[in-house]
């Protein structure tokens, strides 16, 4: 039974997630329950899935492979409030809809919608995938998809915990259309006949979406799917943000008629329509206007069909150029030094995670460097005014506010990299190598050019040089410009830091995948 159920969650295998069970608090706003989670740093194996099915642990899986693949995704369906949640709604909308999934309650009552594949397929198709699934289920685009990550370079991402978490008294179990619990065999069993070819997903996909859209005026079709989904019956709420995110479509499509047919769109796909006087004085404002689709404003927001809008000549990437590129999922990590982490989209419409000092998010150089490190293109810049208003439109609604996974702390995150320059690593041989950045070990210490450590550094490392000192001088003893005889007449100023044992960490640090030319 363990190796069927291995093979319905494999993914990434080199590292794997866990949630202490025996620790966990309450949430009593939510009604969550909330265990510590961490990263194991090992590599999982069958008996890791057997324990965690007897119920000694608790594990969690990415489902991105280290090359971008997985054969499963899970839509994480999270309320605002558990206590009211109905998750049958839910199971009903499965069944109407025919959808091929099998829905797992999560710890905390919520619900795990799971896809599993009989073939591996790229990450980005399987969040796709997930992603057409929303509108139908009457899921906001907000809802949380694993896998989180499309590609894993410097971490590895965000796991998803596992259903059947001691399977004999479990409350992380399968459910039938009619909301009843299945065994772990009947899980099994039903995900087995769920599973699809990725030529089917395909076809179940372009299905959902022509379903989506079906009634949705032509004009449409080579635009935002949003306006076209929202052009099937007259728009009573929201017509001032149709209406605008409608004039940067027919600029775009319409050149210098665009002011004809924005009246025309008035007329056709809102009531009441505005008066001649309202929608003069709003063609006069948005004759200079280049800021591009609001995305996130109601009601576009909740119709969104990204990954077809980026496909589409009119969409919203003929308008990257103009507009900084799409921020969301902002949460923040209350570190002694508080970190930001964010998703962006990259111009080919991918995500990518990101992380930067929270106080540094409002400095648009820094942010634009952040970017530019970590998702591998440069934004381009705007305005003072219009970064403002990007601000305030990105930070709503407010950040998640998190504390640190046990075991992430400033301190624990450093010492895989100060073990794997100063242990594992090229070290020197001789005194002098220190001048060409290797790490020396003499009685009792590691001496070591600043300079050469921080360049070891990933790109996501979210605290300054100077910050990382003051971690060191505090947590390690560190002493910088420490004058050190490396031979005749020859002194060196370097860091002397007191040597690291092996068994201050649990794991040998796992080599960063190269990240090539960009």
């Keep these: 039974m363990v190796e069927e159920f291995v093979k319905l969650f494999t993914g990434l295998t080199d590292n794997f997630g866990k949630a202490d069970m025996s620790k966990v608090v309450f949430d009593t706003k939510r009604n969550k329950i909330k265990p510590p989670y961490v990263w194991t740093g090992y590599a999982i194996t069958s008996t890791h899935y057997q324990e965690h099915l007897d119920g000694k642990i608790s594990i969690g899986i990415q489902p991105c492979t280290r090359e971008g693949k997985v054969s499963?995704?899970?839509?994480?369906?999270?309320?605002?409030?558990?206590?009211?949640?109905?998750?049958?709604?839910?199971?009903?909308?499965?069944?109407?809809?025919?959808?091929?999934?099998?829905?797992?309650?999560?710890?905390?009552?919520?619900?795990?919608?799971?896809?599993?594949?009989?073939?591996?397929?790229?990450?980005?198709?399987?969040?796709?995938?997930?992603?057409?699934?929303?509108?139908?289920?009457?899921?906001?685009?907000?809802?949380?998809?694993?896998?989180?990550?499309?590609?894993?370079?410097?971490?590895?991402?965000?796991?998803?915990?596992?259903?059947?978490?001691?399977k004999k008294e479990t409350t992380r179990y399968a459910l039938n259309k009619n909301n009843e619990p299945l065994s772990l065999e009947e899980f099994i069993k039903t995900a087995h006949d769920s599973q699809l070819t990725a030529s089917k997903l395909n076809d179940l996909v372009t299905k959902c979406n022509e379903d989506i859209l079906k009634g949705g005026d032509p004009e449409f079709t080579d635009g935002p799917p949003c306006l076209q989904r929202l052009s099937i019956?007259?728009?009573?709420?929201?017509?001032?943000?149709?209406?605008?995110?409608?004039?940067?479509?027919?600029?775009?499509?319409?050149?210098?008629?665009?002011?004809?047919?924005?009246?025309?769109?008035?007329?056709?796909?809102?009531?009441?329509s505005f008066g001649n006087n309202i929608i003069q004085s709003k063609l006069r404002s948005w004759r200079k206007d280049t800021a591009g689709h609001t995305c996130n404003d109601d009601p576009i927001h909740d119709v969104c069909l990204k990954h077809i809008c980026l496909q589409r000549p009119?969409?919203?990437?003929?308008?990257?150029?103009?507009?900084?590129?799409?921020?969301?999922?902002?949460?923040?990590?209350?570190?002694?030094?508080?970190?930001?982490?964010?998703?962006?989209?990259?111009?080919?419409?991918?995500?990518?995670?990101?992380?930067?000092l929270r106080d540094d998010f409002p400095i648009q150089r820094k942010l634009r460097n952040t970017i530019y490190g970590q998702a591998h293109f440069m934004p381009e810049p705007l305005s003072p005014i219009k970064y403002d208003e990007f601000l305030n439109r990105v930070k709503t609604p407010k950040?998640?506010?998190?504390?640190?996974?046990?075991?992430?702390?400033?301190?624990?995150?450093?010492?895989?990299?100060?073990?794997e320059f100063c242990i594992n690593g090229t070290r020197a041989t001789k005194k002098s190598e220190i001048r060409g950045g290797l790490c020396w070990t003499e009685g009792g210490y590691h001496h070591f050019l600043w300079t050469a450590f921080l360049e070891t550094l990933p790109t996501r490392w979210h605290l300054t040089p100077n910050d990382t000192s003051i971690l060191l001088k505090k947590d390690y003893e560190a002493e910088f410009g420490h004058s050190y005889n490396i031979g005749p007449n020859q002194t060196i100023r370097c860091v002397k830091l007191k040597q690291l044992h092996i068994d201050q960490i649990e794991h040998k640090p796992t080599k960063k995948k190269e990240e090539g030319n960009f």
């Design 72 to 166: 499963f995704g899970c839509i994480d369906v999270d309320p605002a409030n558990y206590k009211g949640f109905k998750i049958s709604a839910l199971l009903f909308l499965i069944e109407k809809h025919k959808l091929p999934v099998v829905a797992c309650r999560s710890k905390s009552g919520g619900l795990h919608i799971y896809l599993f594949l009989k073939e591996e397929i790229s990450a980005q198709t399987m969040r796709d995938s997930l992603t057409t699934f929303l509108l139908p289920l009457k899921l906001k685009p907000t809802t949380e998809l694993y896998p989180k990550q499309v590609e894993l370079i410097d971490t590895p991402g965000q796991f998803i915990n596992l259903p059947y978490q001691n």
């Design 314 to 356: 009119h969409g919203v990437i003929s308008d990257r150029t103009k507009a900084f590129p799409h921020i969301y999922g902002l949460t923040i990590i209350k570190y002694t030094i508080p970190i930001l982490r964010f998703m962006v989209e990259k111009p080919d419409g991918k995500p990518a995670e990101c992380e930067i």
């Design 399 to 419: 950040p998640t506010v998190i504390d640190p996974p046990e075991g992430a702390s400033s301190r624990a995150q450093l010492y895989p990299y100060l073990y």
């Design 233 to 272: 019956n007259k728009l009573t709420d929201g017509r001032d943000r149709f209406l605008y995110n409608y004039m940067v479509f027919a600029k775009k499509k319409y050149k210098d008629q665009w002011e004809d047919k924005v009246v025309s769109a008035n007329q056709n796909y809102i009531s009441p």
